[in-house]
C-alpha cells in the first residue's frame, strides 16, 4: 500500500537512504529540504520537495498537508549557531511536531539517539546534542501524536541487512549500526503496531545474518 509520507533531513547521510529505500518500495515522499536544487543533486527527481526550515515554523506545514506519516531524521551539523543542537534537534522537532499536530499526522516516526538520558556521554560534548535530543523526544511524547522514537547507536556506513540487530529499551546498550539499518527499521516501523508509542535502542551484533524485523518488533514492550 502506497504511504502518504514526509521526511525531514532527507538529504542528510541517513534521511537519503529513507527517501530512497521509501521510493524503492512505490512510495513517492514529500522532502523538506532547505536547498531543492541541491536536494534533487542528491535524490533525483522522483521526490517531490518543499522547500522549508525546520527552524522557520510557518514552511513546515505545506510539505505535511494531506500526508498520513512524517519521519524525522533531522540533526545537528555544529555545535554552535544556527545549526546547532538547540536549534535542530530540539527548537527543530518541536516546530515538526506542532506543523503535524495542525496537520493532522497519524504517525510520527523520530530518528534520536542512543544515551540521550546520560548527560555524561561523550557524545554531549557536541553542543549538548544529547539533551536536546532527550527534550525534543519529550516534546514528541508530550504532543499526543502517535510516535515512535528510534535511537540508534553509532552510525556507519556499512551496508545494511548484513547483521543481527537488537532492540533495547531503557537506554542501557551501547554500540554501532548501519545507517542503512536505520533507514530500514523507520520502513519497517510502519508495519508493526508495536512499533506505536515505542522508544527503543536499536544496535547490532557481531553475528551476522538478516535482520527478524518481526521478532524484533514483538520484543517491544
Not at 510539505?63 to 555544529?78: C, F, H, K, P
Request: hydrophobic fraction near 40%; charge should be positive.
Amino acid at each position: 500500500m502506497v504511504r502518504k509520507i514526509m521526511v525531514a533531513g532527507g538529504t542528510g547521510r541517513t534521511g537519503r537512504l529513507i527517501v530512497m529505500k521509501l521510493i524503492a518500495e512505490g512510495h513517492y515522499p514529500n522532502v523538506l529540504v532547505r536547498d531543492p536544487a541541491r536536494a534533487k543533486q542528491i535524490l533525483g527527481e522522483e521526490p517531490v520537495f518543499f522547500k522549508g526550515n525546520v527552524c522557520q515554523t510557518e514552511t513546515l506545514l505545506p510539505a505535511m498537508l494531506d500526508m498520513e506519516i512524517v519521519i524525522s531524521a533531522i540533526g545537528a551539523r555544529t555545535p554552535v549557531g544556527k545549526s546547532c543542537p538547540q536549534r535542530i534537534d530540539y527548537n527543530g522537532v518541536v516546530n515538526l511536531v506542532t506543523a503535524a499536530c495542525q496537520a493532522r499526522i497519524q504517525h510520527f516516526i523520530l530518528v534520536s539517539s542512543i544515551a540521550v538520558t546520560h548527560p555524561e556521554h561523550p557524545l554531549n560534548r557536541f553542543g549538548r546534542v544529547l539533551d536536546w535530543k532527550r527534550k525534543g523526544e519529550e516534546a514528541l511524547i508530550e504532543s499526543g501524536l502517535v510516535y515512535t522514537i528510534i535511537r540508534p547507536g553509532a552510525l556507519t556506513d556499512t551496508p545494511g541487512g548484513r547483521r543481527q540487530l537488537i532492540f533495547a529499551q531503557g537506554d542501557h546498550v551501547l554500540g554501532t549500526v548501519s545507517r542503512a539499518d536505520v533507514a530500514e527499521a523507520c520502513l519497517q516501523a510502519l508495519n508493526y503496531p508495536a512499533s506505536q508509542g515505542a522508544t527503543f535502542e536499536l544496535v547490532e551484533i557481531k553475528n551476522s545474518g538478516r535482520p527478524d524485523w518481526d521478532g524484533l518488533f514483538r520484543s517491544l514492550t
